[in-house]
């Protein structure tokens, strides 16, 4: 069964930074991209911040400039720097291994609390 285990979440102060990480059981090329999505509550769901199998990145408009998704391939990793952080970016942060034309895995999810 693939799994992915988020960790890095925690509560911060307006300003700070935190880095989550996404171990997945897999190659995370066995994904077509792998992304952060968060979840505030009373909100959906949104993409945070993916990274194709090529590479390719994006990042919603939010986060532009703050945020940074990377990954280490060798650790089935992938990472998300967080820096300048601010009371709205707090929410359930969750990573997602992509499949296009099947089914997504996803974390369980880690706490990010920014307080002001």
């Known amino acids: 069964q693939v799994q992915l285990v988020e960790s890095g979440g925690g509560l911060v102060q307006a300003g700070g930074s935190l880095r989550l990480s996404c171990a997945a059981s897999?190659?995370?090329?066995?994904?077509?991209?792998m992304g952060w999505y968060r979840q505030a509550p009373g909100k959906q769901r949104e993409m945070v911040a993916q990274?194709?199998?090529?590479?390719?990145?994006d990042y919603t408009d939010s986060v532009k400039g703050r945020f940074t998704i990377s990954r280490d391939i060798p650790k089935n990793t992938a990472y998300l720097q967080m820096n300048s952080l601010k009371p709205e970016d707090t929410a359930v942060y969750y990573c997602?291994?992509?499949?296009?034309?099947?089914?997504?895995?996803w974390g369980q999810g880690t706490q990010v609390t920014v307080s002001s």
């Open positions: 990274i194709t199998s090529g590479g390719r990145l």
């Open positions: 897999v190659s995370i090329f066995s994904f077509n991209a």
């Open positions: 997602a291994g992509i499949r296009w034309g099947a089914r997504d895995v």
